[in-house]
């Protein structure tokens, strides 16, 4: 009997229906290997992963496979998104073991849950130098039944090796200068000069690297960091990667010229870029730059947001071609023939140019993926835009990519921060709404009455897995983003309340923090990790949320935790610059002050007040707060004691205990947040 059909995760839905008799991570599974005497299949994926849906149709939708598997395993599905803590430690032994990992992940546990046979995708049969799944089970099985005590101390000497693994966070001074100088001169000996980003194929969005940038050129006046980030940001958004026609980003680019995406759309992509190219049009005036995260902020709304407002985690990479094959991106690429469908002859060859759409094709078959190459010609815009929505009306009649619209809280939290802040940018109050429905959604079903976060949610109801760190600290960012925007005070709060958590139940006391709570299900290694990877890590992403809150507040406990917890970044920034970005992020932020923006006027609709308002939040100093209120309002405690002057609104700023003369001068308070 399968065992998924009550979950809420739509991955562990798709393998229902499978032969393989599925569990759940439940500790009902482990005792049920311990009673049949049998190991445990922990197989972990996620909704839009291309390999883990081949993997499935090769071998857990086979039922001679799914028999042997019943026989002699207790087979665990897992949704690496639901529980990121199960995923963070036996990923952590993939890696150890094979120096390699990724999804989907394969691991063979006792039922004492600890690994001791590890690989990621296993073909149904001998493939390039792997051995077939059936092959690894038969090999599995043996080992169990005839090896049992080797078995034993393979996983013995794995769970103590990882359990000895202590991360050295360089105790609780933050980095400095020269930390931060050594970053930036390791990040551009890493910098693709011609192509844009940071080492070879495959090529990630450097979301989290690129705010350091734009902070650090912010701060410092840096005009390499500024040329990094703003090339960086052009070349994906003319490259494959960015969907020219819908917007919205791609997982990763598998060469090293943002050319071929790998097709998933994930949410905290989207969330994190939106905001960086957000940010880059602030630092810059750029036009592609306000496009591209105008476009990235709509496909958010139009195609991720769920009926209940939150949104959705990802589309997958694959769709139905329109034979009934499920091909990864059949959505999106296109062969001249189907242009000249659309378009008709002349315009074909038009769009041909434009999108570098070749008879050769730049993907599979022919067929290409749209981009915007760099070209001497001149287009006629208005023709392309008639163009563009012909292609984008004819591609919405193709079957589209199936959607993962399980709420996970943490991405929610980076799509609340990207959509309040765009949407204040470029005064589309749509966008502004569409974030205070998501941190609605999260307070109503994530949050219960001791302010203990839930994971995800699907269709409205909370799943029942904890949140972890990254949970608390992104959804607190996205709250202390809508409270400058909307001059609420309530988000302010319900963000103090998760960070009151991060304090209380993920610190270990000397400054490092814990990705999973103290009272949180016990795995066989508390998980830890200070680096980022598709998301900021929770550690860092802590640390920002705690000092932006302290900003607002006075708070010194929250401001002593964020600076204790910064100096893991003073011992990995200068080495792996890439990895801690976001936490080089945080420290720019500190180094700057942060500074503390107050915004008072007799009503948040006056026109003067506005614009104040406005200017503040769109001064470029690292991660600047904002209150924005009437006098004597309590709202914001940074509000407390400032009037008027002479009965207009005023801004006052404050950097390090001392403040600047309150000014009513959007020109002189744009000056005071940009030097």
Known sequence: MNRLAGVTSPYLLQ???????????????????????????LSVGYSACHWCHVMAHESFEDEETAAYLNEHFVSVKVDREERPDVDAVYMEAVQAATGQGGWPMTVFLTPDAEPFYFGTYFPPEPRHGMPGFRQVLEGVRHAWTERRDEVADVAGKIVRDLSGREISHNGSEAPGEGELAQALLGLTRDYDAQRGGFGGAPKFPPSMVLEFLLRHHARTGAEGALQMAADTCERMARGGIYDQLGGGFARYSVDRDWQVPHFE???????????????????????????VALETADFLVTELRTFEGGFASALDADSDDGTGAHVEGAYYVWSPEQLAEVLGEDDAELAARYYGVTAEGTFEEGFSVLQLPVQDEVFDADRIAGIAHRLRAARTRRPAPGRDDKVVAAWNGLAVAALAETGAYFDRPDLVEAAVGAADLLVRVHLDDHAHLSRTSRDGRAGANSGVLEDYADVAEGFLALASVTGEGVWLEFAGLLLDHVLTRFTDGSGALFDTAVDAERLIRRPQDPTDNATPSGWTAAAGALLGYAAQTGAEPHRTAAERALGVVKALGPRVPRFVGWGLAVAEALLDGPREVAVVGPSLDDDATRTLHRTALLGTAPGAVVAVGVPGGDEFPLLDGRPLVDGAPAAYVCRNFTCDAPTTDPERLRAALGD
Not at 265 to 291: E, F, I, P, Q
């Open 15 to 41: 393998h229902a229906d499978n032969p393989v008799d599925w569990w759940p991570w439940t500790p009902e599974a482990f005792e049920e290997a311990r009673r049949r005497d049998v190991p445990v299949l």
């Open 265 to 291: 759309k994930m949410l905290y992509d989207n969330a994190l870029l939106c905001r960086v190219y957000a940010h880059l049009w602030r630092a810059t005036g750029s036009d592609l730059a306000r496009r």
